[in-house]
């Protein structure tokens, strides 16, 4: 059976959404033990391999172009190509493209050829987009997602102006209207400084509400350093952070039955009163 694919795309470049997507995949693998991927579909901004202080990646997904072009990727080639980190658990991580100048030739057969590898690999992929609609990876990665996300902030300019322009009239061409995207807001160094909330936004953007996230400077350290694997890994109050989007994730999924709530019974407490809540 084919595995699900959940995709994140931000409003503007450089708000955190990446970071969002990749808390929200390790948080689901590390919970259930399930099999995650996570693909960074990011054609001119790859960074998740700085994030984990990978400099020189051996695979990455301007490598594989030649079989995504060929047709001749299979789930377990694309598995074999996956990162893997002792610390990561169960999740799989597929850089992006590194070659900036190649953006531009990717086609959507390329995209869809990738995902459906994916699917096929793991229980669930999770693909990090670009904020902009005019490449191959941001609309095929929307279009087939099972679950779409809208990453913004609380700033006007973000979540009006970006999302109009891009999510709105682009994404619209190709039937997505915005009733078909959940919307995460980050609160954080963007919140403190004022803006609006997500009953604003909504109203402005016409997506329901999904998640609020709250990401602290100290979570953006992390990025710098090169050490997002171990700051997630090393305490589980970090980790947490994380669960505003991936417990209802998981309720999407429909995989809490298949949660080992025994074996983390702070899993078992946090569904119970995410239930009770809402």
């Not at 790859?46 to 060929?70: I, M, N, S």
């Not at 609020?212 to 100290?218: A, M």
């Given at each position: 059976?084919?595995?699900?694919?959940?995709?994140?795309?931000?409003?503007?470049?450089?708000?955190?959404?990446?970071?969002?997507?990749?808390?929200t995949a390790y948080r689901i693998a590390e919970a259930t033990g399930r099999k995650v991927g996570f693909l960074c579909l990011n054609l001119k901004s790859a960074k998740t391999h700085l994030?984990?202080?990978?400099?020189?990646?051996?695979?990455?997904?301007?490598?594989?172009?030649?079989?995504?072009?060929?047709?001749?990727?299979?789930?377990?080639?694309?598995?074999?190509?996956?990162?893997?980190?002792?610390?990561?658990?169960?999740?799989?991580?597929?850089?992006?493209?590194?070659?900036?100048?190649?953006?531009?030739?990717?086609?959507?057969?390329?995209?869809?050829?990738?995902?459906?590898?994916?699917?096929?690999?793991?229980?669930?992929?999770?693909?990090?987009?670009?904020?902009?609609?005019?490449?191959?990876?941001?609309?095929?990665?929307?279009?087939?997602?099972?679950?779409?996300?809208?990453?913004?902030?609380?700033?006007?300019?973000?979540?009006?102006?970006?999302?109009?322009?891009?999510?709105?009239?682009?994404?619209?061409?190709?039937?997505?209207?915005?009733?078909?995207?959940?919307?995460?807001?980050?609160?954080?160094?963007?919140?403190?400084?004022?803006?609006?909330?997500?009953?604003?936004?909504?109203?402005?953007?016409?997506?329901?509400?999904?998640?609020?996230?709250?990401?602290?400077?100290?979570?953006?350290l992390q990025l710098d350093s090169g050490r997002l694997d171990e700051w997630l890994a090393s305490q589980e109050r970090n980790a947490e952070v994380f669960d505003p989007v991936a417990v209802?994730?998981?309720?999407?999924?429909?995989?809490?039955?298949?949660?080992?709530?025994?074996?983390?019974?702070?899993?078992?407490?946090?569904?119970?009163?995410?239930?009770?809540?809402?």
């Amino acid at each position: 059976m084919s595995g699900r694919l959940a995709a994140f795309a931000g409003s503007t470049p450089n708000i955190g959404t990446t970071l969002t997507a990749f808390g929200t995949a390790y948080r689901i693998a590390e919970a259930t033990g399930r099999k995650v991927g996570f693909l960074c579909l990011n054609l001119k901004s790859a960074k998740t391999h700085l994030y984990l202080g990978v400099d020189k990646p051996q695979v990455t997904l301007d490598g594989l172009r030649p079989e995504l072009r060929a047709g001749t990727l299979t789930a377990d080639r694309l598995s074999r190509y996956a990162y893997r980190l002792p610390k990561l658990g169960g999740l799989q991580v597929l850089f992006g493209n590194l070659a900036r100048e190649q953006a531009e030739y990717y086609e959507p057969e390329d995209i869809g050829r990738l995902l459906e590898a994916s699917r096929q690999a793991f229980d669930l992929t999770i693909a990090d987009v670009s904020a902009y609609w005019d490449n191959a990876a941001t609309v095929c990665a929307m279009k087939n997602a099972d679950d779409r996300f809208l990453v913004t902030t609380g700033s006007l300019s973000h979540f009006q102006e970006d999302v109009q322009r891009w999510t709105g009239q682009v994404g619209s061409l190709f039937g997505l209207s915005a009733e078909r995207f959940g919307v995460i807001l980050l609160q954080g160094t963007h919140r403190s400084t004022g803006g609006f909330g997500m009953k604003e936004i909504r109203k402005e953007i016409g997506s329901p509400s999904f998640a609020e996230l709250k990401l602290l400077e100290s979570v953006h350290l992390q990025l710098d350093s090169g050490r997002l694997d171990e700051w997630l890994a090393s305490q589980e109050r970090n980790a947490e952070v994380f669960d505003p989007v991936a417990v209802p994730l998981l309720r999407r999924l429909n995989w809490e039955e298949r949660l080992k709530l025994t074996e983390r019974p702070w899993l078992k407490r946090l569904m119970a009163h995410r239930r009770k809540d809402g």
